[in-house]
T-cell receptor
């Protein structure tokens, strides 16, 4: 089993839609969880850290489910500018990147 | 203001010709990382420095070396680039291990 797994997508959604991605991890002792966004041919940029209680930043909500060993990212009211690859990152014990989920938001 | 800077942004080198990529940071972070990323793949960690301590990944080829002369700068040396080394090379920093990492814009390496 891979340390961090993501559905590669692509997720094709219309503007205004709500979309959710999950990311599963294999190490039950993991303590650090992040979501990054990466645009084509650019560097990854930190989107959110994921806290055990869940956290929200505007249209973005991240949640952690330790029992099932996954983290999720929910994007509400999708914008065209949300189109990107979303990378899940988990410590195992070093930080390990998932291969990413591609989101395409269309008008 | 840029916090993690990489130079050059684009580098073309010939097969077997040594090349050095540079990274600098203004965040005063303890940890600096080098990643290799190929198209549609996750960033692959090559090595990292925790302060002056060098930590190599087990599967990083010997062809890849690194130097960190001070807190702010870190270099990636590719001694004899092969065609398979063409990729985006990303530098990142973090305050400590397992904290969020901040990436530079990357250097895209082409090997001819």
């Amino acid at each position: 089993r891979k340390e961090v797994e993501q559905d590669p997508g692509p997720f094709n959604v219309p503007e205004g839609a709500t979309v959710a991605f999950n990311c599963t991890y294999s190490n039950s002792a993991s303590q650090s969880f992040f979501w990054y966004r990466q645009d084509c041919r650019k560097e990854p940029k930190l989107l959110m850290s994921v806290y055990s209680s869940g956290n929200e930043d505007g249209r973005f909500t991240a949640q952690l489910n330790r029992a099932s060993q996954y983290i999720s990212l929910l994007i509400r009211d999708s914008k065209l500018s949300d189109s990107a690859t979303y990378l899940c990152v988990v410590n195992d014990p070093k930080l390990v990147f998932g291969a990413g989920t591609i989101l395409r938001v269309k008008s | 203001d840029a916090m993690v800077i990489q130079n050059p942004r684009y580098q073309v080198t010939q097969f077997g010709k040594p090349v050095t990529l540079s990274c600098s940071q203004t965040l005063n972070h303890n940890v600096m990382y080098w990643y290799q990323q190929k198209s549609s793949q996750a960033p692959k960690l090559l090595f990292h420095y925790y302060d002056k301590d060098f930590n190599n990944e087990a599967d990083t080829p010997d062809n890849f070396q690194s130097r960190r002369p001070n807190t702010s700068f870190c270099f990636l040396d590719i001694r004899s680039p092969g065609l398979g080394d063409a990729a985006m090379y990303l530098c990142a920093t973090s305050r400590d291990r397992n904290y969020e990492q901040y990436f530079g814009p990357g250097t895209r390496l082409t090997v001819t």
